[in-house]
């Protein structure tokens, strides 16, 4: 017997709508690899709509005081919380995570973040007013860009979601945001949410395909396109926003080195780079994916991370003991396995390597030791629960076994030598490092990438500051 479908529709200028021409898509529970809803798929006539709503809010919206901004984004952080169980269902049928983990993981640093924001909304400012010709008085304005067209992954639907929008909300931009074709139903969820407390037009979703996102992109009424997504994705937007010069914000991939020297705590740093590397099955750009040792504990150390990963558990959403769900589609698990299936012979699989069962999209951890630096594994972005290990000799093969990958989001080092993590952290080609940790965030700081892991910034003030421009304002004295 069929089981009807839920129907999931886009919000443009205050009201839910489904496509223009009616086409949909089904949505598919990666849990189960059965369908639960349907979402539209949006072309141009939704696009032109969403933009113009966007644009014909944006004058009011940016004229609001700073004030008035916060208050709004303090009561989407409130409304947040007293809807977290509703936003947890959603986000869980979208990826199947583990519910425990979105509760405690997930919910909180949202809130947190809109809330930073909503501080940050008071914080326009120039940096100087002053006389630097004689008779003449320069003030430097601190302005919203305007229209922003906004692209969320699937690997966190909920928290890339409030990364785009609170600072654009926050500056006094207006959103047109499409999440990922494949977990729509959280950001549909957001969307009902924000438009209860702003005003209609400021805050759109648009549901749809790579395709829905080309079209914004290439659309003429957005200032700034924003995407959080893969590299192939971030290329193909700045080269489409270039035809029309707009700005471009970019998080791609990553390809984290974790570094761990000799002298390090061997126990914790297992314990702590495996969590890293397995959590959200590794879906996250910043993943512990790439373990660098010193060859004095390799062997030691590989023999330890592949217990971990042995006692480390994937399963289904409603299970406590569980760290990581599915990964996210049949296309990502036929990456994921693609990687294990191709390597090279003087590659060893010390873990997993293998899928879980027969339904949903599970795959075991997973760990890879025996590799050399420019293997397919090492040189590019897997995605998924496989953390592979490589052996260095020195400070020196260490910072160029680090640094050879074409990302370069994240990385981490593992020492009790306080001089030693200094010196790497120094010359670690990447936008993050951390010191004998790996992995955690804070509002307050930024996180963003060189190379091609993009440019531009989310969290932190410098986030802020990425969904504004600047003015000069120069007027004569006489």
Not at 204 to 231: F, Q, W, Y
Not at 237 to 250: G, I, M, P, Y
Request: hydrophobic share 40%.
């Amino acid at each position: 017997m069929s089981t009807e479908l839920r129907r999931l529709r886009n919000y443009i200028a205050g009201e839910f709508r489904d496509a223009a021409d009616g086409r949909t898509t089904d949505v598919v529970n990666p849990a189960t690899g059965e369908a639960y809803a349907t979402a539209p798929l949006s072309g141009q006539a939704d696009v032109d709509a969403a933009m113009e709503a966007a644009a014909a809010a944006f004058p009011a919206w940016r004229d609001q005081i700073p004030a008035e901004r916060q208050r709004a984004l303090l009561k989407i952080a409130d409304a947040f919380e007293e809807r977290a169980e509703e936003l947890i269902a959603a986000e869980v049928e979208n990826t199947g995570k583990p519910i425990g983990l979105t509760r405690s993981e997930e919910i909180p640093p949202m809130v947190d973040q809109i809330r930073f924001f909503a501080g940050a909304a008071r914080m326009l400012e120039g940096r100087s007013a002053g006389e630097y010709m004689e008779g003449l008085t320069s003030i430097v304005r601190r302005e919203p860009i305007g229209v922003c067209a906004q692209v969320a992954p699937w690997n966190y639907p909920m928290m890339m979601a409030v990364w785009k929008f609170a600072p654009a909300l926050a500056a006094g931009n207006t959103v047109v945001l499409k999440p990922s074709d494949t977990t729509p139903a959280s950001t549909v969820l957001i969307a009902e949410i924000i438009g209860s407390i702003v005003p209609e037009g400021v805050f759109n979703v648009i549901c749809g395909d790579r395709d829905t996102g080309r079209l914004m992109v290439e659309h003429k009424t957005p200032a700034m396109a924003s995407i959080t997504g893969s590299v192939r994705a971030g290329i193909s937007v700045a080269e489409s926003a270039a035809k029309d010069v707009k700005r471009v914000h970019l998080e791609l991939g990553g390809k984290a080195p974790v570094v761990v020297f000799e002298d390090t705590d061997l126990a914790k740093a297992v314990e702590d780079i495996s969590v890293a590397g397995f959590f959200n099955a590794g879906q996250d750009c910043t993943a512990a994916t790439r373990v660098l040792v010193q060859e004095a504990i390799h062997d030691e150390f590989v023999a330890a991370l592949a217990k971990a990963a042995a006692d480390t558990k994937t399963g289904m959403p409603d299970d406590e003991d569980v760290l990581y769900g599915p990964l996210n589609n049949p296309n990502q698990l036929k990456q994921v396995s693609g990687f294990i299936e191709r390597l090279p012979a003087h590659a060893r699989v010390e873990a997993g390597g293998h899928r879980v069962g027969e339904k949903g999209y599970f795959y075991a951890p997973t760990v890879v030791s025996g590799l050399k630096q420019d293997d397919e594994i090492v040189q590019h972005e897997v995605f998924g629960p496989v953390i592979t290990v490589q052996s260095f000799t020195d400070e020196a093969e260490a910072v160029e076994y680090a640094n050879g990958v074409e990302y370069a989001l994240a990385s981490s080092v593992w020492t009790k030598d306080h001089a030693r993590a200094m010196r790497m952290s120094k010359v670690l080609d990447f936008g993050c490092v951390w010191i004998n940790t790996h992995i955690p965030l804070v509002a307050e700081m930024p996180h963003g990438g060189f190379k091609k892991s993009g440019y531009g910034k989310d969290l932190s003030g410098y986030g802020f500051d990425d969904y504004t421009r600047i003015k000069h304002i120069m007027t004569s004295l006489g």
